[in-house]
Nanobody
Framework: QVQLVESGGGLVQAGGSLRLSCAASGRTFSSYAMGWFRQAPGKEREFVSIIWSSGLVNTADSVKGRFTISRDNAKNTVYLQMNSLRPEDTAVYYC?????????????????WGEGTQVTVSS
């Protein structure tokens, strides 16, 4: 099975940048499409972006043009580069491995989750 650990979160002012990392354990890491979700207090978990082993990506409209997902299969790591951060980006960010078929935006098709890393964007 796959174990995921996020890091890189923190406090940043609006307009700033952060780079999140998700370290995965498991020799089959490269077989999974890897996604990022986020969840703000009182809100449901929201899809952010996904990347397949081929490098193909799909990104939510809310962050398109500001966030970039990437992966390094040799390091078993997926990244989320976040630029031009806004206060509404404040949330706990989770990485996840897709194991099922269905909507890319649906958490139900992701079988493995990290415990999240907090991102706080201040004005």
């Amino acid at each position: 099975q796959v174990q995921l650990v996020e890091s890189g979160g923190g406090l940043v002012q609006a307009g700033g940048s952060l780079r999140l990392s998700c370290a995965a354990s498991g020799r089959t890491f490269s077989s999974y499409a890897m996604g990022w979700f986020r969840q703000a207090p009182g809100k449901e978990r929201e899809f952010v972006s996904i990347i397949w082993s081929s490098g193909l990506v799909n990104t939510a409209d809310s962050v398109k043009g500001r966030f970039t997902i990437s992966r390094d299969n040799a390091k078993n790591t997926v990244y989320l580069q976040m630029n031009s951060l806004r206060p509404e980006d404040t949330a706990v960010y989770y990485c996840a491995a897709k194991i099922g078929a269905g909507s890319l935006q649906s958490p139900e098709v992701y079988g493995y989750w990290g415990e999240g890393t907090q991102v706080t964007v201040s004005s």
